[in-house]
Nanobody, 121 residues
Framework: QVQLVESGGGLVQAGGSLRLSCAAS????????MSWHRQAPGKQRELVAI???????TYADSVKGRFTIARDNAKNTVYLQMNSLKPEDTAVYYC???????????????WGQGTQVTVSS
């Protein structure tokens, strides 16, 4: 019924930039919070940034000032602009959308498939 497609990951040198996208398609009625998470090898998945339906955002301390989360409600898409990348940003990045989907009666959380970001030193 609903599909989340992530794109934009890749290999970049330290100091470089990448822009991740996550688009929801299918029977989406409404989306509230949108967020990005990451998981490095051997580590737990952690919250990177979250943006509310009203547009307010919160960031992990490790990415403040370097990453920017944004959303396009018309396209059911969330973005993560990543600047000044560091080797410690290397991880699989996942989007998570809290959505109301046709055929259900409450908001639920849906995860993207993940996209690899590798930052070389």
């Amino acid at each position: 019924q609903v599909q989340l497609v992530e794109s934009g990951g890749g290999l970049v040198q330290a100091g470089g930039s990448l822009r991740l996208s996550c688009a929801a398609s299918g029977s989406v009625i409404s989306i509230s919070a949108m967020s990005w998470h990451r998981q490095a090898p051997g580590k737990q998945r952690e919250l990177v940034a979250i943006i509310s339906s009203g547009g307010s955002s919160t960031y992990a301390d490790s990415v403040k000032g370097r990453f920017t989360i944004a959303r396009d409600n018309a396209k059911n898409t969330v973005y993560l602009q990543m600047n000044s990348l560091k080797p410690e940003d290397t991880a699989v990045y996942y989007c998570k959308l809290r959505m109301l989907v046709r055929g259900t009666s409450s908001f639920m959380e849906y995860w993207g498939q993940g996209t690899q970001v590798t930052v070389s030193s």
